[in-house]
């Protein structure tokens, strides 16, 4: 990871924050659009650049575990559990809103969403700034997420008022969210943590959403879309596919399965999946990208196993298959 943020930069970016303003920040995930979340105006201007509904709940990033306490109403054993075991990382845990967190950042939910990040500029960051800060991934309402501050630059561009370079995120897809207000804890939209982790932590089964359900505010099917229009195939299939795709005209990218023994694929581009589901993790969202940035009409890919951080992979590439233009 090269991270390119110096002190001074961190420093401006926490005045930023302080003036009302939009900070970019990397964090282990992907690339968050970040505003004071005490300050309901600067919260107001995450959702007007990135176009999203003022429904659509944010998460409130902080700087450490204990802090957790501040922001919530209370702190039930499960969500202390699970706290001191994941952060700083890639787990966003779901409680009662306490009476700091204004209401335009929860989407008017009684509920808030609260992760403490694992990124070494973003903790320096929340250090510095020594609030919340609401982050909402850095790209347009719908489209697929930045893992690079070059990504946040080509989207959102002068709509930020600055952009903290942490290099490339490690671990590429969002967050896992669990909601914690009561009962059995639930898994909201799978992501870093795997849920095998958090059954290992917890000792009990943790129920997770129906593949393509709408459970989580905000979260819409058409989410993670690239440009270009998602197929999703059988691995056994994708080849055939592309190639199919490519004769009637279309321009084609494929996400070719590490499992392809053969030599070449007739597609316009290929990316050759890597066979870790980490680095298959990591390279998500800029495969679909450089993609998109190729020219391609269609993408052609399969469904990893939904084990580990499969399950994000395969909820991603879901949404991203899935209708546009859903409300
Ligand atoms: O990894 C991540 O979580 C990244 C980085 C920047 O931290 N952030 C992120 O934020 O993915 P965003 O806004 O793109 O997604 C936040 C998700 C949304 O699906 C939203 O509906 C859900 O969190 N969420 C927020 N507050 C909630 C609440 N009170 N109850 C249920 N879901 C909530
Ligand atoms: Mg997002």
């Given at each position: 990871?090269?991270?390119?943020?110096?002190?001074?930069?961190?420093?401006?970016?926490?005045?930023?924050?302080?003036?009302?303003?939009?900070?970019?920040?990397?964090?282990?995930?992907?690339?968050?659009?970040?505003?004071?979340?005490?300050?309901?105006?600067?919260?107001?201007?995450?959702?007007?650049?990135?176009?999203?509904?003022?429904?659509?709940?944010?998460?409130?990033?902080?700087?450490?575990?204990?802090?957790?306490?501040?922001?919530?109403?209370?702190?039930?054993?499960?969500?202390?559990?699970?706290?001191?075991?994941?952060?700083?990382?890639?787990?966003?845990?779901?409680?009662?809103?306490?009476?700091?967190?204004?209401?335009?950042?929860?989407?008017?939910?009684?509920?808030?969403?609260?992760?403490?990040?694992?990124?070494?500029?973003?903790?320096?960051?929340?250090?510095?700034?020594?609030?919340?800060?609401?982050?909402?991934?850095?790209?347009?309402?719908?489209?697929?997420?930045?893992?690079?501050?070059?990504?946040?630059?080509?989207?959102?561009?002068d709509a930020v008022d600055f952009v903290l370079d942490g290099?490339?995120?490690?671990?590429?897809?969002?967050?896992?969210?669990?909601?914690?207000?009561?009962?059995?804890?639930?898994?909201?939209?799978?992501?870093?943590?795997?849920?095998?982790?958090?059954?290992?932590?917890?000792?009990?089964?943790?129920?997770?959403?129906?593949?393509?359900?709408?459970?989580?505010?905000?979260?819409?099917?058409?989410?993670?879309?690239?440009?270009?229009?998602?197929?999703?195939?059988?691995?056994?299939?994708?080849?055939?596919?592309?190639?199919?795709?490519?004769?009637?005209?279309?321009?084609?990218?494929?996400?070719?399965?590490?499992?392809?023994?053969?030599?070449?694929?007739?597609?316009?581009?290929?990316?050759?999946?890597?066979?870790?589901?980490?680095?298959?993790?990591q390279g998500l969202y800029g495969y679909l990208r450089e993609?998109?940035?190729?020219?391609?009409?269609?993408?052609?890919?399969?469904?990893?196993?939904?084990?580990?951080?499969?399950?994000?992979?395969?909820?991603?590439?879901?949404?991203?298959?899935?209708?546009?233009?859903?409300?």
């Amino acid at each position: 990871m090269s991270v390119t943020a110096t002190n001074s930069d961190i420093e401006r970016a926490a005045d930023v924050l302080r003036a009302g303003g939009l900070v970019a920040l990397p964090t282990e995930t992907v690339y968050g659009l970040g505003a004071d979340a005490e300050d309901p105006t600067a919260v107001a201007r995450i959702f007007q650049v990135k176009g999203r509904p003022p429904s659509h709940p944010l998460i409130v990033h902080i700087g450490a575990a204990h802090q957790l306490d501040d922001w919530v109403e209370e702190v039930p054993a499960t969500a202390r559990l699970l706290a001191e075991h994941f952060w700083p990382g890639p787990l966003t845990l779901v409680l009662r809103r306490g009476p700091r967190v204004p209401l335009e950042a929860t989407g008017g939910l009684e509920t808030v969403a609260v992760r403490v990040p694992d990124h070494p500029v973003a903790l320096a960051l929340l250090s510095a700034f020594g609030g919340g800060v609401t982050a909402p991934s850095a790209n347009r309402f719908g489209s697929v997420s930045p893992t690079t501050a070059g990504h946040v630059r080509a989207e959102l561009g002068d709509a930020v008022d600055f952009v903290l370079d942490g290099g490339s995120c490690q671990v590429g897809v969002e967050s896992t969210i669990v909601d914690v207000t009561g009962g059995a804890p639930a898994i909201l939209r799978p992501g870093g943590v795997t849920r095998e982790d958090l059954e290992a932590v917890l000792g009990s089964p943790v129920g997770v959403p129906a593949s393509s359900g709408v459970r989580v505010p905000g979260q819409h099917p058409s989410h993670y879309a690239p440009h270009a229009r998602v197929v999703l195939v059988e691995p056994e299939r994708v080849v055939a596919e592309a190639e199919l795709a490519q004769e009637q005209g279309h321009r084609v990218g494929v996400f070719l399965p590490a499992s392809f023994s053969g030599t070449e694929v007739k597609a316009h581009a290929v990316v050759p999946l890597p066979g870790a589901l980490e680095a298959y993790a990591q390279g998500l969202y800029g495969y679909l990208r450089e993609l998109d940035q190729q020219g391609c009409d269609v993408i052609v890919a399969s469904l990893p196993a939904e084990e580990g951080l499969g399950l994000a992979i395969a909820n991603r590439l879901r949404r991203a298959a899935g209708p546009r233009g859903v409300a």
